[in-house]
């Protein structure tokens, strides 16, 4: 190897061009062996730097977002839903108009019947598009942003919180008004308003959101604002937990013990 080729991976360090560091001088042995034109080496080693960077991107995304992990669309089985539109729902995780637009998603349905699935699941594709996204439950955002204003940062918590695209609140039927002052939701969801999309989940209706917010007008200030661009999704099913956990109890008294996983 020449004292040129020996010191190029230490010059990419330097400049922050990883790949290009750990490539350079195989891919010169290469380029000199099959006596490739400079240019055509630069621009093998610029490709592979740009490809490795968007991977690195997608990956750090997906660190952030913090979803519950594996949870893809393409390991949803969708035979246990026959009623939800799976190309409409591919559809959302595969097109970012809605998010560039800030519109919202809504998830309702009974517990155990896929709504974090799906929800993470339309994520993870939202992600491989470049978007941002952060994925709480409800009751933890709520404590974090009602430490926030203890402390009167309620409104650089909502603007850290801007840098994401997407927000899913998971679960926000779990929030209670009895639990501190839910108000805090209702400031998340005004602030957001047409500009920042979330992804809602619920096992409650409508119907009884007032159990969340501290009064009724403020529920319904809050469901008039996510409901004004959103696509809602209503999942009817059986919980899908506990069919597997039926599935894998012995059916007959001869069997092996049951396992208790
Ligand atoms: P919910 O949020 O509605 O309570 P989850 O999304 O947490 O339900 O689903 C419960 C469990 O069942 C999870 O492990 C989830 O991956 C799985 N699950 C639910 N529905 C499906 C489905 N249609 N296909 C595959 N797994 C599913
Ligand atoms: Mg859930």
């Known amino acids: 190897m020449n004292t040129d080729a020996a010191i190029l991976p230490t010059l990419a360090k330097a400049l922050r061009l990883p790949t290009?560091?750990?490539?350079?001088?195989?891919?010169?042995?290469?380029?000199?062996?099959?006596?490739?034109?400079?240019?055509?080496?630069?621009?093998?080693?610029?490709?592979?730097e740009l490809a490795d960077r968007a991977?690195?991107?997608?990956?750090?995304?997906?660190?952030?977002?913090?979803?519950p992990i594996s949870k893809t669309l393409a390991g949803f089985d969708w035979k246990a839903v026959p009623h939800l539109d799976r190309r409409r729902i591919n559809a959302l995780a595969q097109d970012p108009g809605w998010v560039e637009r800030g519109d919202n998603l809504l998830l309702f349905g009974p517990s155990g019947v896929g709504k974090t699935h799906l929800a993470a699941?339309?994520?993870?594709?939202?992600?491989?598009?470049?978007k941002t996204a952060k994925y709480a439950r409800t009751t933890d955002l709520v404590q974090h942003l009602q430490a926030a204003r203890a402390e009167h940062q309620l409104p650089k918590a909502l603007a850290r919180l801007d840098r994401f695209?997407?927000?899913?609140?998971?679960?926000?039927?779990?929030?209670?008004?009895g639990d501190g002052d839910a108000s805090v939701l209702f400031e998340l969801i005004a602030?957001?308003?047409?500009?920042?999309?979330?992804?809602?989940?619920?096992?409650?209706?409508?119907?009884?959101?007032?159990?969340?917010?501290?009064?009724?007008?403020?529920?319904?200030?809050?469901?008039?604002?996510?409901?004004?661009?959103?696509?809602?999704?209503?999942?009817?099913?059986?919980?899908?937990?506990?069919?597997?956990?039926?599935?894998?109890?012995?059916?007959?008294?001869?069997?092996?013990?049951?396992?208790?996983?």
């Open 20 to 48: 290009i560091s750990r490539r350079c001088v195989d891919l010169a042995e290469t380029a000199t062996a099959e006596s490739w034109p400079v240019t055509r080496y630069l621009r093998a080693l610029l490709d592979e």
């Open 191 to 261: 602030h957001r308003y047409e500009r920042r999309s979330l992804i809602v989940t619920s096992n409650h209706a409508f119907s009884r959101w007032d159990e969340i917010f501290t009064d009724s007008s403020m529920t319904v200030a809050t469901i008039d604002r996510l409901i004004h661009h959103a696509v809602i999704l209503e999942i009817r099913a059986d919980s899908y937990r506990r069919k597997q956990a039926g599935e894998r109890q012995p059916d007959d008294n001869y069997g092996d013990k049951p396992d208790d996983n």
């Open 121 to 130: 699941g339309i994520v993870h594709g939202l992600i491989a598009l470049g």
């Open 55 to 67: 991977d690195r991107r997608i990956a750090r995304l997906l660190h952030n977002a913090q979803l």
């Open 165 to 177: 695209n997407l927000l899913i609140l998971d679960d926000i039927g779990y929030a209670r008004r």
